[in-house]
């Protein structure tokens, strides 16, 4: 019985949650690039602390990466507007397209100071609005 359950669970978590091998190779490559243009050591946890939202603050680094990353994934330009498409293209690889243009749609407005407290506020948003699961 929790044999069955267990591979349920695993079958759902591959169907339901995580990202898309696109997902995460897109991301593996960008952040190897901030990492080099930021100066960040390469195996820092810095990439799985934003893919998962885990001990992300307001630490200057991680708004750097994000919006270092954020840039070349194309969601936002250089005069710092989010490019809704783009970043409803990128999260519907993996999600309910509808659902993923409703979180984005919303978060894209959070605004902020500078370029990278969007970055950072966008990030947040996400995660706080986001209906599945990761
Ligand atoms: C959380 O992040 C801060 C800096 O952003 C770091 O100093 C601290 O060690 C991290 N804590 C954990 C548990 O990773
Ligand atoms: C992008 O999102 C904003 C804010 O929700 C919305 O007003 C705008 O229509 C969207 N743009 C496109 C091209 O969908």
């Known amino acids: 019985m929790t044999r069955i359950l267990l591979v349920l669970a695993l079958i759902l978590h591959i ?7 696109y997902q995460l190779d897109t991301f593996k490559d960008i952040s190897m690039q901030c990492y080099r243009n930021l100066g960040i050591p390469e195996d820092s946890d810095i990439l799985q602390r934003i893919e998962y939202n ?3 603050t307001e630490d200057p680094l991680i708004k750097e990466f994000l ?18 498409e783009t970043i409803i293209r990128f999260f519907s690889d993996r999600y ?10 919303l978060c894209v407005l959070s605004g902020g100071e500078t370029v990278l ?4 506020n966008f990030h ?9 699961a990761l």
């Open 15 to 21: 169907c339901f949650a995580d990202y898309s091998k």
């Open 117 to 120: 407290d969007k970055v950072y």
């Open 67 to 84: 919006l270092c990353g954020q840039k070349l994934l194309g969601w936002i330009d250089t005069d710092g507007n989010f490019q809704n």
């Open 124 to 132: 947040q948003c996400y995660f706080k609005h986001k209906k599945y």
């Open 54 to 56: 885990r001990n992300i």
């Open 96 to 105: 309910d397209a509808e659902q993923v243009k409703e979180v984005v749609e």
